[in-house]
């Protein structure tokens, strides 16, 4: 379930990015699109920044030729699968839809800590970074 762009801060810092309830894979999880290009030059300060949250760090893979990777910073759920009744999973469906919540608010309150992220990106990709 990917969550309206506009659920998500516009800060031109940003590059684009998605907030989505993955149902069956049992984890909500907000990607930042190309910045797992650099995931190596992140993990330190994100890790710093995540302590005590309970998310996770995770670069994604595109197999596409010449593909960038996204960071995700991810949120466990209970699983929620399209094989058995929607009543029988309620309690499911509404945690994943809180740490959807939860996630959609750290972001919200981090705008220093994404500026300081998308310096680092910027330096990372700049001729002499």
Not at 30 to 55: E, I, M, Q, R
Not at 65 to 72: A, I, N, T
Request: with cysteine; aromatic share 6%; glycine share 6%.
């Amino acid at each position: 379930m990917i969550f309206a762009p506009d659920t998500l801060p516009k800060w031109s810092h940003l590059p684009q990015m998605r907030l989505v309830h993955q149902l069956r894979e049992a984890n909500v999880n907000l990607c930042f699109y190309g910045w797992g290009d650099h995931f190596a030059d992140l993990v330190t300060p994100l890790s710093v920044a995540l302590k005590g949250t309970g998310f996770k760090i995770m670069p994604t893979v595109n197999k596409r030729k010449g593909g960038r990777s996204g960071l995700m910073i991810v949120s466990m759920t209970p699983a929620v699968s399209n094989q058995k009744p929607l009543l029988d999973q309620e309690v499911a469906v509404i945690e994943g839809l809180r740490q959807a919540e939860v996630l959609r608010a750290w972001i919200t309150d981090n705008r220093l800590l994404t500026e300081t992220l998308a310096a680092v990106v910027s330096k990372a990709q700049s001729p002499s970074g």
